[in-house]
């Protein structure tokens, strides 16, 4: 058999994937085709009056309420002291969930004392409505900026926590019993096979993190007062403005995406060896 006849044989026989017509569509033109279906939607249901103009505004109305808020924001208007405040709300949140998850994490990880007395009080908490600590943050903290840190941090720990325990646990076995043999105390083991090997489920624990510390500073803002977005949002709604109410939930959302990308960024400069992994989750 000549060698192109056994190259023809071979594909002959292996199973190749079919890819489905839908999946062949590029990223862009997808995202464009199911935004402008999504507006093409939302006009028809304010156009036909399933729903009141009141409660859902048209695109249209909307959208010239962003081109207000983005001059406001340019300008320096009020628009832009509060989008500061919650800002540094979300910020100082999402580290305080990091220092205390990490933490955390490497207990629940590394000890069989936290696996065993630890993580059973942490999921507990976890399963507790969060927005329900609201009052009890204000009645400690008070209606300042340190309560509506303590909510996101609080509803943003967890992740953190279960992403740095279950990278802890990631190491290869065989990786690690290199290491017992060679003689690496716990610490060496940790901080040059774990810690580097968990990398990876450490992030993923921080990109969820990075969206639920926006939540949770928005919802202490709404329950505790304040003068970040949350204030201006439950003021726009107590007005039924709500183009305005849609125009700040948009921006607040670009936020969230400016957190989430932040810590991408960082994950691909952290790990660089598996950048084109990351690439393709990201780009999904």
């Known amino acids: ?4 006849e056994g190259a023809a044989t071979a594909t002959d026989t292996v199973w190749v994937e079919q890819v489905s017509m839908i999946d062949r569509i590029p990223r862009s033109i997808a995202m464009i085709v199911l935004f402008a279906a999504f507006i093409a939607l939302w006009q028809l249901t304010t156009m036909v009056g399933v ?6 505004p048209t695109p249209l109305e909307t959208g010239r309420d962003l081109v207000a808020v983005g001059l406001n924001l340019i300008s320096g208007g009020y628009v832009l002291p509060a989008l500061w405040i919650t800002t540094k709300e979300v910020i100082y949140g999402f580290a305080l969930a990091f220092a205390i998850g990490f933490s955390l994490g490497v207990l629940v990880g590394e000890t069989a004392f936290g696996e065993r007395a630890v993580l059973p009080y942490l999921v507990a908490i976890d399963t507790m409505p969060k927005v329900a600590f609201a009052p009890v943050f204000i009645a400690w903290l008070g209606f300042g900026v340190s309560s509506k ?4 941090a609080f509803i943003a720990t967890f992740p953190v926590v279960v992403g740095t325990a279950a990278g802890l646990h990631a190491a290869d076995e065989n990786a690690r019993m290199l290491f017992r043999t060679m003689g690496a105390s716990r610490w060496q083991t940790l901080m040059k096979l774990k810690f580097p090997m968990g990398l990876p489920h450490i992030f993923t624990g921080l990109k969820i993190a990075s969206i639920g510390v926006v939540a949770g500073a928005i919802t202490a803002e709404f329950l505790g007062g304040g003068s970040g977005f949350g204030h201006l949002i439950r ?3 107590s007005q039924l403005q709500t183009p305005r109410v849609f125009s700040l939930i948009i921006y607040l959302s670009f936020l969230g995406l400016a ?6 960024w960082t994950q691909r400069r952290l790990i660089f060896w598996q950048k084109s992994s990351l690439t393709a989750e990201v780009a999904g």
């Open 149 to 152: 840190v303590a909510l996101a």
């Open 1 to 4: 058999m000549s060698t192109a």
């Open 259 to 264: 957190m989430f990308w932040i810590v991408v």
């Open 235 to 237: 003021t726009a709604a």
């Open 51 to 56: 729903v009141s103009p009141i409660i859902l």
